[in-house]
């Protein structure tokens, strides 16, 4: 892995990276429906994520308007409420906000705390500028600085997203190493030229015999490990 000497920023994948964005909905889901079983919150939740799917993908192709992660939840949370027939309107608003509670992953707090002296870190997330401020403060998520792609009014895999990143690192993109759980949002990182690294997550999307990623870790503490040896 001699690549990794040539790194300079990292920058890390927030949603089902860094924090377990299913596990976190599906517990909002639960504090909105009391006494709900295991596959009521289930398909709710998968109601939930396609919602979220569908409107980002309409977004990039140019069928919407921009719309941040803040209205579309929104949207999410009242679809989940009509469907399951909670019409408390104070419920219903508090579930909308469950994506700013979303627990970390258990190695990720003490992984940014080894990593951040060592090198800038940097976090990148389709997550709304106010939901990721939250979120990052729920989770206890060190950064020198957290990107959302709310910036460029984009969601990734957008180019224009991994774009900021590499402006904001302020290092050729070949030197910029993107970490994620899923191999999508690792194609688009490479696209722009970035260096990249995926994590295995119980969540995320593993990449294919096809991808041609820098490096592929069981842990996020074994690619802590190999940046700080270098």
């Excluded at 990292?10 to 639960?30: K, Q, S, W």
């Excluded at 909105?32 to 109601?47: E, K, N, T, Y």
């Excluded at 709304?128 to 989770?139: D, G, Y």
Aim: charged content about 25%; proline content about 6%; aromatic content about 6%.
């Amino acid at each position: 892995m001699s690549w990794i000497r040539d790194i300079e920023v990292v920058v890390f994948d927030v949603l089902g990276t860094l924090v377990d964005e299913p596990g976190g909905l599906r517990a909002g889901i639960r504090e909105a429906l009391p006494g709900s079983d295991d596959a009521s919150v289930d398909a709710l939740l998968a109601s939930w994520q396609r919602h979220v799917e569908t409107e980002q993908l309409r977004i990039a192709r140019g069928h919407r308007a921009y719309a941040n992660t803040d209205t579309i939840d929104a949207e999410a949370a009242r679809r989940v409420a009509d469907q399951a027939g909670l019409s408390d309107p104070a419920a219903v608003a508090r579930l909308a906000t469950a994506g700013r509670r979303l627990p970390p992953w258990h190695d990720s707090v003490a992984a940014l705390e080894r990593l951040a002296p060592r090198f800038p870190v940097l976090g990148l997330s389709n997550a709304s500028r106010t939901a990721l401020v939250r979120l990052n403060a729920h989770a206890g998520l060190r950064w020198h600085q957290a990107l959302s792609a709310e910036t460029v009014q984009a969601y990734k895999p957008d180019p224009e997203v991994y774009r900021l990143a590499v402006d904001t690192a302020g290092c050729p993109p070949e030197r910029v190493l993107m970490v994620a759980a899923h191999a999508w949002d690792l194609r688009g990182a490479r696209a722009r030229g970035m260096r990249t690294a995926y994590v295995r997550r119980p969540v995320g999307d593993p990449p294919t015999g096809a991808d041609a990623f820098d490096g592929r870790f069981d842990a996020l503490g074994d690619l802590v490990t190999a940046l700080t040896a270098a």
